[in-house]
């Protein structure tokens, strides 16, 4: 090869590296700057779910269907036009744990969902660029972040705060039922619900599903201009 041919090459290549320099940065610049001003797109308060949940849960201690629904239809009613009333429920796999959900809003920057299991779990919660919220409807959960000697119980009622960035260990001793609530980057999430799927349980029939109901979600929030 020439040398007029090799310099040619390397210019090429650094032509590459500095496009995708500049790819990488504008696209971080825009990532911040859309970061700082996210909360104008939240629509739901962590406090009045944690009311309604509380609500019910006096209200029907002894009949966990009926608790959920009337979850359901009370976010309906705070929330018209952004809760997903009609029951569709999906096995979700994450962080080695395993349970099923009932997803009841989801947009680029909040979800809402009814999560748990008549059998008990546990796992890793994930790191993510959003807080989230666990309010815990029915059984326990335990939660212990690295070098806890000690776990943290949260029984029904109580709301358990994984912030942003953060990770813990938890567990469903057993049968556990919540109201969990996002607000955040909610694709940035969507791999570690899915990792297990692809590389673990290879149950597509629940990865197509949970993707056709975050999508069919997803659209009718845009249409309202729910971002």
């Not at 776990?151 to 919540?178: C, I, N, S």
Request: aromatic share 14%; glycine share 10%; with cysteine.
């Amino acid at each position: 090869m020439s040398k007029g041919c090799e310099n040619c090459a390397k210019k090429g290549g650094k032509g590459w590296l500095m496009k995708l320099f500049f790819i990488f940065t504008l696209f971080t610049a825009i990532f911040m700057g859309l970061d700082q001003i996210k909360d104008q797109w939240y629509i739901f308060d962590q406090h009045k779910l944690q009311e309604i949940a509380q609500r019910n849960i006096a209200k029907y201690p002894n009949d966990t269907h009926e608790m959920i629904t009337h979850i359901a239809d009370e976010l309906a009613k705070e929330y018209p036009g952004h809760i997903l009333t009609e029951e569709d429920w999906v096995f979700n796999n994450a962080g080695g744990a395993m349970g099923t959900m009932w997803i009841l809003h989801a947009s680029v920057t909040e979800y809402v969902i009814i999560f748990g299991t008549p059998v008990g779990t546990e796992g890793h919660t994930g790191r993510f660029l959003s807080d989230d919220y666990f309010i815990i409807l029915e059984g326990e959960q335990w939660a212990a972040s690295a070098g806890d000697l000690d776990r943290t119980v949260f029984k029904p009622g109580d709301m358990h705060l994984l912030a942003r960035g953060e990770a813990q260990h938890y567990r469903f001793p057993e049968r556990t039922w919540a109201l969990e609530y996002a607000r955040g980057w909610i694709p940035t999430m969507l791999p570690f619900g899915m990792f297990d799927v692809l590389f673990s349980t290879v149950d597509f029939h629940s990865f197509f599903h949970t993707f056709k109901l975050y999508g069919k979600s997803l659209i009718h929030e845009l249409l309202q201009g729910k971002i």
